[in-house]
């Protein structure tokens, strides 16, 4: 469908009712898609250019797969959708009196129907000077710069003459132990102790420290309790050392403190909070503490029923008074409603409430092994990561990148092999030097070789 | 083993010979590979952590493979070697007085023998201020630039209300036709005429303009007539329009000129000219025009049999007075003959000249376009294509590497899809903004969907 540009011309859809998605998500692509039978003009905004499947993100970050394994670009991904164009730009706010997207480029999008998915990103409690010393982990770039930090930390061990500084390098504390960071300490861990061992000469990358630390009582606190256990002695099994109960007060260059308690390194993860997108805030509704738009029932906002916040970006509370959790399904299924409250609009039916589907939760430690809740059922261990397995092949978007990260995780667990790991970007002389100064300083007058 | 650090005591191998190898690309690797049973102890220092297989490193700048497809860690190729270390570093100088090589960050490396393996970059004729508009194509980063700046045009020019602003967009031009200007050209020929017009809704990506300028008389100078004019006919069956004798005088932000000639283009690419690592002219010997080393006839440079220099930084001539080409065969060629020169002074035994062993050439155009000569035999079309993609694969350094490119390059084949098309890195916006101002204020007034 070419849709109007510059007064070229309209053409007979034109008039169709004009649904805005800004997001491509999980929950902005789910609604897109859904609308492709009903009779509106669907486009989809988003700053980049590609659906990431987030769940995999940890992969990237630790070497085990690649960008493009968990991305597919998204006019891709519609491109047989011919109600849906793609624009890529990104929205700063809404205007909901005039019914407009501003975006940052000064393009105003009118809207019909608004679904506003632009999701959510890691936020550090009011410390924000925290985030040079400790990344985290929304996009594709964080987890690239991740890995680069990971990779570079052992070349410098290497390099590294003094076996303090040294020990520095090769302490790695990720803060916040939700699925995300489990799924990071566990696979930093892994190829520390098992991938790495041979590719070095000078340190020993078994002795690697892996540190967990968790505010609250238990790792996967959103968990049942049976299962935060096991996942606790599974990631101990691994060599990973949970602190839980550990609150985080000061990150820095080289050290973290929990209270008094000083524990020093040199790579800090962040996996701690989220915020929601600032672009809740244009509303001009209410939001929670983390900026979450409080929707009503059906999706939509109060007072605006032409607007729907779905997935991370919205807070809402099942019957049973507990929220709708911020996972891929949550969006998902968030983003598939919206769609079907807007064709119920055009063919006048009356509006429903949202009903999560809970399928369980779903989150890997490591080589065989996981913890799965699927309604009451709980699991742990290879039979828990074998759903996770599939589960997480079945839901990768594209036959292509399922097919190839089937095949690249078979060979990893085969041969035990990573093989990502590059060290990419510009900065990388700058990073090593601007984050271990002394250890440089102190390799120049012993260099391993000079003696010879 | 084992080396040596600081002072902290000297294994039995530390009074071997310490063979120093700057660069892991295909003649520092070879070298060290082909040391694996010499009594010597190598250190391979390159500032980067893979190795890279250049010859594909158009195909991730054209979002065809992921760079992780075309590039292996240095350490793991060299795992098993015992007697090798990885140093991960940039050279900056050798004193051959003092037999040091001094790296970046201060350290020291003395060797007894020094291989030099640090090859080439682009290089623009003095004309430096044109490296910002028409990036190059030497590394992994700039296989990223190349492919988001590429990727991006495409998603501007869908924005774009101003018809004559969106031809710029979508006019891309490479500036040289030698192998990479070809597969750069033809690869993005196919990409526009072939993949993307279904994704886009406003633009027609088959009328993308892809202009390929060689300032000599023929594409491919360094092929066989004939195949020069196979692989001009191949280009323009693609959709490539050719300039043979068309020298580049200047180039800027909107366009390029030869002569009084101009082309008005957002999106230039440099493929033209290329100029030895800065490292030779530290040697103190003789150089040639480009700043490669002009190396004796057994690849060590004159008065020191102990360094060698291989590959794009050496300047050597054959017994037919033509220049041993470089390509990653004679870059493999000479790393190895510098080994046997090493394992050959350590048993005393006499040196021996490089005699460059010519397997041929190959040029890929496209799907089953290409042209090669095999000794006297010149091929082209799907037959040279067939042989191209064996070849490749073959040479693609690690397995894992080589059946993951085969599968993706089948698959693609059959579906004609391209999976990689990322847009990554921070600078999005900002790329967009400094390249087409006028264009985004052309759009301002008149929205796309402003009307409805």
Redo the contacts between chains.
């Keep these: ?7 070229e011309g ?1 053409s007979p859809q ?2 169709l009712p ?1 649904v ?1 998605v800004v997001g491509g998500g999980f929950g902005g692509l789910s609604c897109a898609r859904a609308l492709r039978r009903a009779p509106v ?1 669907v ?1 989809l905004v988003d ?4 659906h990431l499947f987030q769940p995999l993100l940890y992969q990237v970050a630790t070497a085990s797969l ?4 968990i ?3 998204i ?2 991904i519609l ?2 959708q011919k109600n849906a ?6 929205a700063l706010r809404v205007d909901v009196a005039s019914q407009v997207v501003e975006l ?7 809207y ?1 129907y608004l679904v506003l998915a632009s999701g959510a990103t890691h936020a550090y409690f009011g410390h924000d000077e925290w985030s040079g010393v400790a990344p985290g982990l929304k996009t ?2 964080d987890a ?1 710069e991740i890995r680069r930090r990971f ?1 570079l930390a052992f ?1 410098a061990a ?2 590294e ?2 076996p303090e500084a040294r020990q520095l390098l090769l302490t790695f504390v990720i803060v916040g132990a939700g699925p995300t960071g489990v799924e990071l300490a566990g696979a930093m861990a892994e190829i520390a102790r098992q991938v790495m061992p ?5 340190i020993d990358t078994t002795a690697t420290r892996i540190l967990l630390l968790e505010g609250v009582d238990r790792v996967l606190p959103g968990y049942p309790p049976d299962l935060s256990r096991r996942a606790h002695r599974q990631l101990e099994q691994l060599g990973v050392e949970v602190r839980t109960g550990a609150l985080v007060t000061d990150i820095r260059d080289d050290c973290v403190r929990i209270g008094e308690e000083r524990i020093g390194t040199r790579n800090v993860f962040w996996a701690a909070g989220v915020s929601a997108s600032p672009l809740g805030a244009t509303l001009g509704v209410e939001t929670d503490r983390a900026g979450r738009v409080r929707v009503q029932p059906d999706c939509s906002i109060p007072g605006q029923p032409n607007v729907f916040v779905v997935g991370d970006l919205a807070s809402l509370d099942r019957a049973d008074g507990s929220p709708v959790p911020g996972v891929a399904q949550g969006a998902i299924q968030m983003g598939e409603h919206a769609a079907r409250m807007i064709r119920a609009d055009l063919s006048s039916d009356a509006r429903a409430e949202f009903r999560y589907f809970d399928k369980g939760d779903l989150a890997t430690i490591g080589r065989a092994a996981a913890v799965a809740r699927i309604g009451r059922v709980h699991l742990s261990g290879l039979i828990a990561w074998l759903i996770w397995v599939l589960v997480h092949i079945f839901y990768l978007i ?1 036959f ?2 399922r ?2 990260v089937m ?2 995780w078979t ?1 990893a667990y085969v ?1 035990y ?1 990573r ?8 900065r ?2 700058e990073v ?2 601007a984050r271990a100064p002394e250890a ?2 102190r ?2 007058p ?7």
């Excluded at 469908?1 to 007064?7: A, K, S």
């Excluded at 041979?198 to 000078?202: G, L, M, N």
């Design positions: 469908m070419d849709l109007p540009r510059g007064g309209l034109a008039k004009h805005v003009r486009t700053r980049r250019n590609f690649s960008p493009a394994d991305a597919s670009p006019r891709t491109r047989k164009q793609v624009w890529m730009g990104e940052e480029d000064g393009v105003r999008l009118h019909d594709i770039d690239t990779l070349e290497e390099r003459a003094d041979k590719d070095f000469r000078s594209g292509r990148n097919l190839l095949l690249q060979w041969t092999q093989g990502i790991r590059l060290i990419t970007g510009d990388r002389v090593l030097r440089e300083a390799v120049q012993s260099p391993p070789t000079q003696n010879s």
